[in-house]
Every structure is written in structure tokens, then in C-alpha cells.
């Protein structure tokens, strides 16, 4: 048996000892959440597609199921894959506004620095952004983030609320007239995702992960223009 508070009901988010109960020979019970008479965590039966479904629909259920009840550990390689896409993106839109054409190494050397400049762009943006919303909730919410480990969860979360990220390189490599549509789309879908991800972790209404998303955005949209200024994104 697990130590109390080990798992989270995904119905209420109170603490909960165990997720199920097996008392052998195949036999398996759902615990029952003491607090609202519900099972404990029902997607322990779900197959993952079905998970991963519900998590895209942004059901708070499936957000806790994830978060809490299960030892995912890919939010650090995730980041980093969807900063590459992010990257990726970026660096095309600067090959497809430049007119040379040479072959020499010396080209294709500069356009794979490009690479490397767009990733640390993005890389900044990125961690600007996360900034300006741990700074909002510790100064609206200081009891929300007490120890350390309320912030590696938070920032677990936001990480892996980012994965709608990865829908970037599809937009781009099948390219059509609706292509800037669909990244503004997949922008406010990952924004969706944070807000979901700050308020299932940390308990929170509605209003509060997008006073923190807006206040993020601001930081980042500030390092964007310090970029612009400084002309690194050219």
C-alpha cells in the first residue's frame, strides 16, 4: 500500500492512499475516494488512446490521472523536442525570406548556426514565459508554491501542457493557404493546455491560470522585442 497522499481522486483532488486494491488471484478493486464517493481514478482501466483523448479535450480528470496518479518522467525531453520544432519553424521562415542560393560551405555552415540561434531564441522566449507565470502565482497565490516540490510539479505540468507544440512540424511540412491560421490555433491550444494544467495542479478557479498565462505572455512578448531591438532573430 502506498503512504497517504501518495495519489489524488480525479474527481475532487483530495489525497488518497491507493488507486486500487488486489486482493490476488486477478482480483482488483478501485478504491473510493472518501471525500466524494467516487472511484479514486477510473482511467487506471483506460487504454492510453483513450487518455490521451480526453487530455486533448482538456478534461481535468485526465490532467490529475497524468499529473498525480502516474509516473510519466518525459516532460524534460518533450520541452526540448518542442522547442526544436519551434526552432525548426522559425529557421524556415528565415530560409524562405533569404534569396541565397550558393552552395558553399560557408553557406551552409552560417544557415545551421541560424538553427542553433533560432533554438536559443525560442529557448529564451520559452523560459521568459514560464518566469512571468511562477512570478504571478507566488505574488497572488504564496501559499500555492511553499517548497520546492510545488514548483518542480508546477513546472512538470506546464512542460507537458506544451505537447500541442509538436503540431508545428505537420502545419509546416504540409503547407497551404490556411497554414498562419493554424499555427495562431495550435498557439491558443497550448495556451488552453497551461491554463488547465496551472488549475489542476494547483487547485485553482478559472481565472487565475490566465491572469498568470496573460502576465507570462507579457514577459515573453517583452523578450521578443528585445530580440527584435538587438536584432538576433535575423
Given amino acids: 500500500m502506498a503512504a497517504l497522499g501518495a495519489y489524488r481522486c480525479i474527481e475532487c ?3 488518497a492512499a491507493e ?17 466524494c ?18 487530455a486533448v479535450l482538456c478534461k481535468a480528470q485526465a490532467y490529475r490521472h497524468i499529473l498525480f496518479n502516474t509516473k510519466i518522467n ?10 526544436l520544432c519551434e526552432a525548426y519553424l522559425r529557421w524556415l521562415q528565415l530560409q524562405d525570406s533569404s534569396q541565397n542560393t ?4 560557408l553557406i551552409r555552415y552560417a544557415k545551421e548556426w541560424d538553427f542553433y540561434r533560432m533554438f536559443g531564441i525560442a529557448s529564451l522566449e520559452q523560459t521568459s514565459f514560464l518566469v512571468g507565470i511562477f512570478i504571478s502565482l507566488w505574488w497572488m497565490r504564496p501559499e500555492m508554491l511553499k517548497t520546492k516540490s510545488d514548483f518542480i510539479l508546477l513546472l512538470k505540468a506546464l512542460l507537458l501542457s506544451s505537447y500541442g507544440k509538436l503540431l508545428l512540424i505537420p502545419a509546416v511540412i504540409w503547407e497551404h493557404d490556411y497554414t498562419p491560421l493554424c499555427l495562431a490555433f495550435i498557439k491558443v491550444f497550448v495556451l488552453i493546455s497551461n491554463s488547465q494544467a496551472i488549475r489542476v495542479t494547483l487547485n485553482l478557479n478559472r481565472i487565475l491560470p490566465w491572469l498568470a498565462i496573460f502576465f507570462g505572455l507579457i514577459l515573453e512578448n517583452g523578450v521578443v522585442c528585445l530580440v527584435q531591438k538587438l536584432r538576433w532573430d535575423v
Avoid at 21 to 34: M, N
Avoid at 75 to 83: P, Q, T
Fill in 13 to 15: 483532488s483530495r489525497e
Fill in 19 to 35: 488507486l486500487y486494491r488486489d486482493y490476488q488471484r486477478g482480483v482488483l478493486r478501485i478504491s473510493i475516494c472518501k471525500s
Fill in 37 to 54: 464517493q467516487k472511484p479514486v481514478d477510473k482511467y487506471i482501466e483506460y487504454d492510453p488512446v483513450i487518455i490521451l483523448i480526453n
Fill in 74 to 83: 518525459i516532460h524534460g525531453k518533450l520541452c526540448i523536442f518542442c522547442l
Fill in 102 to 105: 550558393d552552395p558553399d560551405d
